[in-house]
C-alpha cells in the first residue's frame, strides 16, 4: 500500500495562490470522498484543515480549500501567508478499510 | 475541549518491550476511532492502525500488522501502542488522534511520544 503522491515542494510569494496536488488510485482517493487536509509546523502536531474533500471546519481560514477530481485531490491555499509556510499532507480512506497519507508537500512562502 | 494527551518520551535498548499510551477527555472516548501515526525522523506521516474503544475493534495497516498491538481500557479513557520487542527503526514521533467514524478524519491529535530506540 503505497503512499498518495504529493509534490515534495511548493512555494508563492504572499497573497498569491497555491496548489497541492494528492495522487491515489481507483481504490482510495478516487473510489471515496473521504479526503482530508493537514498542517504540519516543525516540531508540533498535524492540525485538520479540510475533510472530506471540500468542507473545512470551524476556526480554519477560507483561503483553504480542497477539490478533487478523479484519483487527484487537491488544496488550495489563496492569498498565501507568511504563517501558511508549514508541510502539508492529504489522506484517504482505502477499498481496504484502512487509511493512507500522502508523502507531505513543504509549503515555503517566499 | 477535546484534549488528547499522551505519555512521555521513551528512550528504550533494541530488543526492550515499551506500552505508550493516550487519555482523551472532553468528549465520549467510546464513541469514536482512536487511530496512532508514526512519523519517523525527517519523514512524512504513516498510519499504523485504530482501535474504537467501545467494542476493542482494532484495524491495522498492512504494515504495521504484526509488528505492533493496540488495545484501550475505557475505564480511564486510554488508548495504548505496544511492542514486545523494539527495534532501532521504531524510532519514531508517535500520534495519537481521535477519527471520525465516517471517513476517519483526524479531528484531534495528541501532542506526540518520541520514542527513541538505541544501544
Known amino acids: 500500500q503505497s503512499a498518495l503522491t504529493q509534490p515534495a515542494s511548493v512555494s508563492g510569494s504572499p497573497g498569491q495562490s497555491i496548489t497541492i496536488p494528492c495522487t491515489g488510485t481507483?481504490?482510495?482517493?478516487?473510489?471515496?470522498?473521504?479526503v482530508s487536509w493537514y498542517q504540519q509546523h516543525p516540531g508540533k502536531a498535524p492540525k485538520f484543515m479540510i475533510y472530506?474533500?471540500?468542507n473545512r471546519p470551524s476556526g480554519v481560514s477560507n483561503r483553504f480549500s480542497g477539490s478533487k477530481s478523479g484519483n487527484t485531490a487537491s488544496l488550495t491555499i489563496s492569498g498565501l501567508q507568511a504563517e501558511d509556510e508549514a508541510d502539508y499532507y492529504c489522506s484517504s480512506y482505502t477499498s481496504s478499510s484502512t487509511y493512507i497519507f500522502g508523502t507531505g508537500t513543504k509549503v515555503t512562502v517566499l | 475541549e477535546v484534549q488528547l494527551v499522551q505519555s512521555g518520551a521513551e528512550v528504550k535498548k533494541p530488543g526492550e518491550p515499551l506500552k505508550i499510551s493516550c487519555k482523551g477527555s472532553?468528549?465520549?472516548?467510546?464513541?469514536?476511532?482512536i487511530g496512532w501515526v508514526r512519523q519517523m525522523p525527517g519523514k512524512g506521516l504513516e498510519w499504523m492502525g485504530f482501535?474504537?474503544?467501545?467494542?476493542?475493534?482494532?484495524r491495522y495497516s498492512p504494515s504495521f500488522q504484526g509488528q505492533v498491538t493496540i488495545s484501550a481500557d475505557n475505564s480511564i479513557n486510554t488508548a495504548y501502542l505496544q511492542w514486545s520487542t523494539l527495534k532501532a527503526s521504531d524510532t519514531a514521533m508517535y500520534y495519537c488522534?481521535?477519527?471520525?467514524?465516517?471517513?476517519?478524519?483526524?479531528?484531534?491529535w495528541g501532542q506526540g511520544t518520541l520514542v527513541t530506540v538505541s544501544s
Open positions: 481507483s481504490s482510495d482517493v478516487g473510489a471515496y470522498n473521504y
Open positions: 488522534a481521535r477519527q471520525a467514524a465516517i471517513g476517519g478524519t483526524f479531528d484531534y
Open positions: 482501535i474504537y474503544p467501545r467494542d476493542s475493534h482494532t
Open positions: 472530506d474533500v471540500t
Open positions: 472532553e468528549y465520549s472516548f467510546t464513541s469514536y476511532w
